[in-house]
Nanobody, 121 residues
Framework: QVQLVESGGGLVQPGGSLRLSCAAS????????MGWYRQAPGKQRELVAS???????NYADSVKGRFTISRDDAKNTVYLQMNSLRPEDTAVYYC???????????????WGQGTQVTVSS
């Protein structure tokens, strides 16, 4: 089993910053892509940013230049630095990791429990 623990959400004023963290633990042989998604009320879950094991990152157009994703493979942790936050960034943020639990196992996706980010004055 793989567990993901997220932290760092909260209430912030427009223009402010937050840093989300997501640590993976449990039976982990290897981690491939790590990413962050978000879901606002009444909307579908959408990809915010992802980063591959090789360090290639991908961002939603709406967050380019404001958010930065990074990972620490020694800690099995992915981070999302969010700057210049806007009210439209308000959502529940979920981390997602693509994990192989044994050498010859298949790759599977795991999700965090979600952390609320609210941008409001």
């Amino acid at each position: 089993q793989v567990q993901l623990v997220e932290s760092g959400g909260g209430l912030v004023q427009p223009g402010g910053s937050l840093r989300l963290s997501c640590a993976a633990s449990g039976t982990i042989f290897s981690i491939n892509t790590m990413g962050w998604y978000r879901q606002a009320p009444g909307k579908q879950r959408e990809l915010v940013a992802s980063v591959t094991r090789g360090g290639w990152s991908n961002y939603a157009d709406s967050v380019k230049g404001r958010f930065t994703i990074s990972r620490d493979d020694a800690k099995n942790t992915v981070y999302l630095q969010m700057n210049s936050l806007r009210p439209e960034d308000t959502a529940v943020y979920y981390c997602n990791v693509n994990v192989k639990v044994r050498r010859f196992a298949s790759w599977n996706d795991y999700w965090g429990q979600g952390t609320q980010v609210t941008v409001s004055s």
